[in-house]
């Protein structure tokens, strides 16, 4: 019987230390999973104790994913400790927000090297273990700002509106080697990113989303969980927005 465990996998999870992430590798640990996790500035001690008390292996490795190396040096690093990588998720993002007339070129470049040259770097390296395994999953984190747009946004819009190319692209180069490539595109969720926002602009996002609320970060986990689970085997290529409806 397919089911939602990912007993016996290993995953890389990047930006996994707080936010969407953290969740992600919670859910991850919970179903059963082995994981190999980033941290930048925001410590992996918890996460490596979770994975103690919860009886699987958490292994954590300092990496600006920005970086190219780093991404190379985390997948490899992880792939050495953890035997495998079965799934990789590319969920690490910034954002530097301001209209493009005020936009620097630091602000530009910043945005587009984390939020995917990363998925660029990490799903390269990755791409190679998972071709000779001849199985795996890449779920790579968008927004509904990469099919929407959003004002103020354009280095980030333009980012992941990249990241949805890119996932189409590769699930299209590598689906004959059983790898599925996904996307999963948030709406508005409760995260640090988004608790700098000023209030007016909260205001505004809760009144376009028709569920009526933000989405909270186990929102965004389990359908990362299902679409890397063996319950989406025949879904790749898939854009899957966890947005309460805005971006319909
Ligand atoms: P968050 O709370 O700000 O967390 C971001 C995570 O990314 C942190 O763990 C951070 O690590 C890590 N990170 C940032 N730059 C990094 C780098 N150069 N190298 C390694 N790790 C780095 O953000 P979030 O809301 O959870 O967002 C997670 C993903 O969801 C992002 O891709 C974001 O674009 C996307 N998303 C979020 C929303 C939302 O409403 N929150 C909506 C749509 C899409 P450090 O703590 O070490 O910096």
Redesign the pocket.
């Known amino acids: 019987m397919k089911s939602l465990s990912l007993e016996g996998k290993t995953a890389v999870i990047?930006?996994?230390?707080?936010?969407?992430?953290?969740t992600i590798a919670v859910e991850f640990l919970k179903a059963g999973c082995d994981i190999g996790v980033?941290?930048?500035?925001?410590p992996a001690d918890d996460l490596v104790e979770l994975a103690e008390q919860l009886g699987r292996r958490c292994y954590a490795v300092p990496?600006?994913?920005?970086k190219v190396e780093d991404c190379e040096r985390l997948v490899s690093t992880t792939a050495a400790e953890l035997g495998k990588i079965d799934i990789l998720v590319n969920?690490?993002?910034?954002?530097r927000d301001t209209l493009l007339m005020r936009m620097d070129n630091e602000a530009w470049d910043s945005v587009i090297e984390?939020?995917m040259r990363s998925v660029f770097a990490c799903s390269r390296a990755a791409v190679k273990l998972m071709m000779r395994a001849r199985s795996g999953v890449i779920v790579n984190?968008?927004?509904?700002?990469g099919i929407m747009g959003n004002a103020g946004q354009c280095n980030y819009s333009a980012s992941?509106a990249g990241i949805i190319g890119f996932t189409k692209s590769l699930a299209r180069e590598v689906s004959s080697r059983n790898i599925r490539v996904v996307a999963v595109?948030?709406?508005?969720?409760t995260?640090?990113?988004?608790s700098v926002l000023p209030d007016a602009v909260r205001e505004n996002a809760l009144k376009v989303i028709p569920l009526g609320r933000f989405?909270q970060?186990e929102d965004i986990a389990h359908a990362v969980l299902f679409l890397a689970s063996p319950l989406a085997g025949y879904i790749t290529g898939e854009v899957l927005r966890v947005d309460g409806g805005m971006a319909m």
């Open positions: 990047t930006g996994a230390t707080r936010g969407i992430g953290r980033n941290y930048n500035r925001t990496a600006d994913v920005s969920n690490a993002g910034i954002t984390t939020n984190i968008t927004s509904v700002s992941k595109a948030p709406g508005f969720v995260t640090e990113m988004t989405g970060t």
